[in-house]
């Protein structure tokens, strides 16, 4: 039997996760259950919210069981979540009125594009510093207003609650008891002003936005919930709450000016910490909230790529060139850095700094030689290319990393690691948890309740596994970087 624990909750995109840490923020136990996808037609991606409640649910009492601790002995929870998507509920009943609307649906696209024509779009990016883009969530819940019957009428009387991933699962936790979120993930609903942190009238109007549907926002360590519900000690404390991205720099001790992490699941997602200062990017990365700590905001230059280890599935799933994604080590290790094929695996467009929703995958300069080992190292290094597009920008903006911190699954890929480094020409860094994200959010959750005293302990407590030197040479750099722009540029464009 473990005394107390912190229990993280990961509500991811494709999964819900939970872990159990003991008092020293090592990880005990976990659990995790993937959950469908929704797709139900061209570029809408949808979640049932009762499945993701009931994965929730299932993952915290198998965690718990596996960890053999006894619910009572849950010190406090924290909760980390996939950012923007978009839940409406019943207030009374605390039913969801449709399906969430997932961060990657893009049906909203044409209403951002009309309101872009209208010239809204520098007000947008001005208080919220986000594009006008499907992406977020202010047209997600503006569509289901409009589009779910009855909903706009009910929530003009105070009947319904919006809500993140991160307010529905306090809620239903709370058995309805608080409507509540944290700043990282109001920063990303484009409705949040992130300079005068507030919720912004101006863009509720824009977005045609009752205000009595939003929740109220709180600093990521805060007593946001007790929970009621059967498989949780009656009154355990909900301490700590941030975007699955922010709550990657937290797990990342990325503290301190300049600190960038960078996380390879899925896709791959960069910030870099701008201190007090929110950074307007001129290179279209975006500019948000990455933690309200100890009385103070602290905000995140954002890039992110579409494609990462979702690469890695597209060899194994559709090109059946490999048949686990870390084979494509060895295969890399033993093909060496290629330098006349190149993959861009623009599959959903391109993400920043160019996004280009139009631009479509491409393998470059194929010969008679090119094998699958080729094209599965040609991979590899496409996305060690894109994260130095996102460097390129963040160096523009002003931000330049001494150390780029990695996590995440891709992350356990020596070669990918050593091949990143070299083309950054920046030292990359690997903690001994590669699991950022839900460590973060058991950070938060350890603060809140005392079990961390302050996150210089956190930042004591962060351990690098190995650090990868760049040992790639200027010429050999210039040659892969030229090639890879000129892929790219292949690829760019409407059609
Ligand atoms: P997510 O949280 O987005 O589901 P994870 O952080 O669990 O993602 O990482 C899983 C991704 O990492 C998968 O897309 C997988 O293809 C990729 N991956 C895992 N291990 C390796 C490896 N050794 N080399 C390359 N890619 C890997």
């Not at 597209?314 to 295969?331: C, G, H, K």
């Not at 093909?335 to 995958?361: C, E, K, N, Q």
Request: charged letters at 25%.
């Amino acid at each position: 039997m473990n005394d107390r624990v912190i229990l993280a909750i990961d509500q991811g995109t494709s999964s819900s996760r939970a872990v159990v840490f003991d008092r020293t923020l090592e990880p005990i136990e976990s659990a995790q259950q993937e959950f469908a996808q929704i797709y139900p037609s061209s570029g809408w991606v949808e979640h049932d919210p009762e499945a993701i409640w009931a994965s929730v649910t299932a993952v915290t009492s198998e965690a718990l069981a596996k960890a053999r601790v006894e619910p009572a002995a849950v010190t406090a929870i924290g909760i980390t979540n996939q950012r923007e998507t978009t839940v409406l509920w019943d207030r009374k009943t605390g039913r969801p009125l449709a399906n969430a609307i997932v961060w990657q649906d893009r049906r909203t696209a044409k209403y951002c594009e009309s309101l872009r024509r209208e010239g809204y779009e520098k007000k947008v990016i001005d208080k919220t510093g986000l594009r006008l883009d499907p992406y977020f969530s202010a047209t997600k819940l503006k569509w289901l207003l409009d589009h779910v019957e009855g909903a706009r009428e009910r929530a003009s009387r105070g009947e319904l609650a919006f809500g993140t991933i991160d307010t529905f699962l306090v809620w239903r936790l709370s058995a309805g008891h608080a409507h509540v979120t944290d700043a990282t993930n109001a920063s990303r609903t484009m409705l949040y002003n992130i300079h005068e942190r507030c919720w912004d009238d101006e863009l509720l109007r824009l977005f045609d936005i009752p205000k009595a549907l939003l929740p109220e926002v709180r600093p990521c360590a805060s007593d946001f919930a007790e929970t009621r519900v059967e498989f949780l000690q009656d009154g355990t404390p909900i301490g700590g709450i941030a975007g699955d991205q922010q709550a990657a720099l937290i797990g990342q001790a990325g503290f301190e000016h300049g600190m960038t992490k960078s996380t390879y699941g899925t896709g791959c997602f960069m910030i870099a910490n701008t201190g007090g200062e929110a950074l307007k990017s001129g290179n279209q990365l975006l500019t948000t909230i990455a933690s309200d700590l100890d009385g103070q905001v602290t905000y995140g230059l954002e890039g992110s790529v579409f494609v990462a280890g979702s690469a890695m599935q597209w060899l194994r799933d559709e090109l059946r060139m490999i048949e686990t994604a870390p084979e494509s080590e060895a295969i890399a290790r033993a093909t060496g850095i290629v330098d006349d094929v190149y993959v861009v695996p623009a599959f959903a467009g391109l993400g920043a700094p160019y996004w280009d929703p139009h631009a479509r995958g491409a393998i470059v300069g194929l010969s008679r030689g090119s094998s699958r080992e080729t094209i599965v190292t040609a991979t590899l290094q496409a996305i060690a290319f894109q994260t130095h597009d996102l460097v390129v920008a963040m160096r523009e903006d002003g931000i330049s990393p001494a150390v780029v911190r990695v996590d995440g699954g891709m992350a356990a890929n020596d070669w990918f690691l050593e091949f990143l480094a070299g083309v950054l020409d920046t030292p990359v860094e690997r903690p001994v948890n590669i699991e950022s994200t839900v460590l973060g959010a058991a950070s938060l959750a350890a603060l809140q309740v005392g079990v961390i005293e302050g996150i210089e302990h956190l930042a004591e407590r962060w351990q690098s596994e190995r650090v990868f030197t760049p040992a790639m040479t200027s010429d050999v750099r210039g040659q892969l970087l030229a090639g890879w722009s000129d892929a790219v540029s292949r690829t760019r464009g409407a059609r």
